[in-house]
């Protein structure tokens, strides 16, 4: 049998870590997304220069799991004497920042890929019609290229960004008392880890629900062109 009781009277801790999971996800894909913009123009150049270091860091960061990166920053950085003697040692001595800079780093390599896929498979006629109207490689790409190309990624970036929340649940490792968090203080208290654990689960349900809502409704908004018509 279920302990309901402890269940409800965690509640106001998981709700708690709710919030710090969605603080997390949030800041982390802002700062993924901005970055994952001009390096998905990198990353779609005909030119070497350009493609080649933004196809190796994608390739280094999407072919090592996430957990390492983080230990990496949280734990690895600290054993370097000039870490802790710089300034820098405020911001990576912080579960928080450590934390966020990881799942940024993380989700703006797979969400670089997303783009510059989208980018590439942009029409032909689209970029040819742009440039009949004489605009310059920046306007195209900040008119045409770019609000194209985002729109046709929402798909795909729905299942990072649900990914990523998922990904979140590392923060307990390093501290943080995010939804996984308030499960493992929660197991540790009473000892009841189907207890713990399954409420765990129905929080990151409920968030993936409404990610999966959100989405949806996104696509509605701008993917309708390119909807079926009887």
Same mark, same amino acid.
């Given at each position: 049998?279920?302990?309901?009781?402890?269940?409800?009277?965690?509640?106001?801790?998981?709700?708690?870590?709710?919030?710090?999971?969605?603080?997390?996800?949030?800041? +982390?894909?802002?700062?993924?997304?901005?970055?994952?913009?001009?390096?998905?123009?990198?990353?779609?150049?005909?030119?070497?220069?350009?493609?080649?270091?933004?196809?190796?860091?994608?390739?280094?960061?999407?072919?090592?799991?996430?957990?390492?990166?983080?230990?990496?920053?949280?734990?690895?950085?600290?054993?370097?004497?000039?870490?802790?003697?710089?300034?820098?040692?405020?911001?990576?001595?912080?579960?928080?920042?450590?934390?966020?800079?990881?799942?940024?780093?993380?989700?703006?390599?797979?969400?670089?890929?997303?783009?510059?896929?989208?980018? +590439?498979?942009?029409?032909?006629?689209?970029?040819?019609?742009?440039?009949?109207?004489?605009?310059?490689?920046?306007?195209?790409?900040?008119?045409?290229?770019?609000?194209?190309?985002?729109?046709?990624?929402?798909?795909?970036? +729905?299942?990072?960004?649900?990914?990523?929340?998922?990904?979140?649940?590392?923060?307990?490792?390093?501290?943080?008392?995010?939804?996984?968090?308030?499960?493992?203080?929660?197991? +540790?208290?009473?000892?009841?880890?189907?207890?713990?654990?399954?409420?765990?689960?129905?929080?990151?349900?409920?968030?993936?629900?409404?990610?999966?809502?959100?989405?949806?409704?996104?696509?509605?908004?701008?993917?309708?062109?390119?909807?079926?018509?009887?």
């Amino acid at each position: 049998m279920l302990s309901l009781d402890v269940i409800v009277n965690s509640l106001p801790l998981y709700v708690s870590g709710a919030w710090l999971t969605v603080k997390l996800l949030l800041v +982390s894909l802002l700062i993924g997304l901005a970055g994952a913009m001009p390096l998905a123009v990198m990353r779609s150049s005909a030119n070497p220069l350009l493609s080649y270091p933004v196809w190796l860091f994608t390739y280094v960061i999407r072919g090592t799991p996430l957990l390492v990166q983080l230990f990496l920053i949280y734990y690895g950085l600290a054993q370097f004497e000039s870490m802790r003697q710089s300034w820098l040692w405020e911001w990576f001595s912080s579960a928080w920042f450590c934390a966020v800079l990881a799942f940024g780093i993380n989700t703006c390599a797979y969400t670089t890929e997303i783009i510059a896929g989208a980018i +590439s498979a942009t029409s032909h006629g689209e970029i040819e019609a742009a440039k009949s109207l004489g605009m310059s490689r920046l306007t195209l790409y900040r008119r045409i290229l770019l609000p194209s190309a985002l729109r046709r990624s929402l798909h795909a970036y +729905s299942n990072e960004v649900i990914m990523m929340l998922h990904g979140t649940s590392l923060a307990s490792i390093v501290t943080l008392l995010d939804i996984t968090g308030a499960a493992r203080e929660v197991n +540790s208290r009473y000892y009841l880890p189907f207890e713990a654990f399954i409420t765990a689960a129905v929080f990151y349900l409920g968030l993936t629900f409404i990610l999966v809502g959100l989405f949806r409704l996104a696509e509605k908004r701008w993917l309708v062109h390119l909807a079926a018509r009887v």
